[in-house]
Structure formats: C-alpha cells, structure tokens
C-alpha cells in the first residue's frame, strides 16, 4: 500500500503568518498556494529599488513521500514560484522589471548532520531539515533572493548607457574647453 494514499492531505493557507510555522514532522502532506507581496518578504524588499503594485510572487507548494529501497520513505517538497521585483538596471541604472519563474524539489531530513552529509551532487533535490515550527515563508524568500541575477539589466537594445557613466561627452559641453589650471601659475611666474 502506498503511503501517500493513507496519509491526509493539509491544505495551507495563503497567508503569510500561516506559513512561519509548518509541522513538516507530522505524518501528513501539504498543499498550499497564494500571492506573497514584497512586505511579506522583508529582506527581499531591501533589495528592490522600487516597489510597484503587482510586485511579488506566486507561490505554489505540495509535500509527498517518497519511497527508497532501504530507507524510510522521505518527503520531498516542489515548490514554484513566479513573480516580479524591480532592481536598478546596470546598464542605464534606471528601475528594470526582473520577472522570476523557478521551481524547486527538496528533501526533507532529521538533523543538520544528515543535511551536511547530504551529497552535493544531487542537482534535482537540495536537503531541508524538517521541524514541526517549519518557516515555509523564510524557505520562499530565500529561494527568490537565490534566484535574482548577479548582474540585473534590461534585455538587449532596450535602454540606453548613460553618457556621463562612461566618461562620454554630450555635444554642447564638446565645445566649452576647461580653462587650464597651470596657466593661471604661469601669469603668476610672468608677473614676479
């Protein structure tokens, strides 16, 4: 008998503070979706430049358990989640819309130890340790702040450098020459 079919199945709520404790030890799975905006997500808001309405993300999550040959049956978590923030463009340094749509598979473990020695080879699933006061919503905001690019900028053609950013002139100022500081030393050494 599969263990997945007599074991209940716990909608989450959508909102935010239901998220800060989940009791992923239970013998029980989990499904849950809603809409996390960018208050809800402290840390992720001090990376934004600006917050427009609409910013945020979608998220969506469910909880199974998966049998192993010689192991307990372990919990596997897929979580995805789509949205928008807005980061400073490198490119023109005005605001630039970085949309997100990531999913992610984890497995949940006892201990830290076993979470340490989980191998890192394993691309599809990354460990997580379970605890019945489980933070879900610290576990979303971290994996968008992962997921931000290192360098964010608009797509290709869709703004322009700023001039003053790479040394560039613009026209008027190409024909006002600054006076030379020097010559003001060489009136001096012509008057004494």
Known sequence: MNRNQVLPQVQLSAEAIALKKVDFCAPQSYQGAGFLTMTDMPRLAKEASSVKPGDGFAWQMETHFEDSPGIEPRQILDLALKGCLHLVCQRCLQDCAVNLDEKRRFVFVATEAEADDYPLEDEVQEPLVASQHFNLLETIEDEVLL????????????????????????????SNEPENPFNILKNMKKNS
Do not use: N, Q, R
């Open 147 to 174: 997921s931000l690019p290192l360098i964010p900028k608009h797509p290709e053609g869709f703004c322009e450098p700023h001039a003053t950013v790479f040394g560039l002139e613009d026209e008027d100022e190409g």
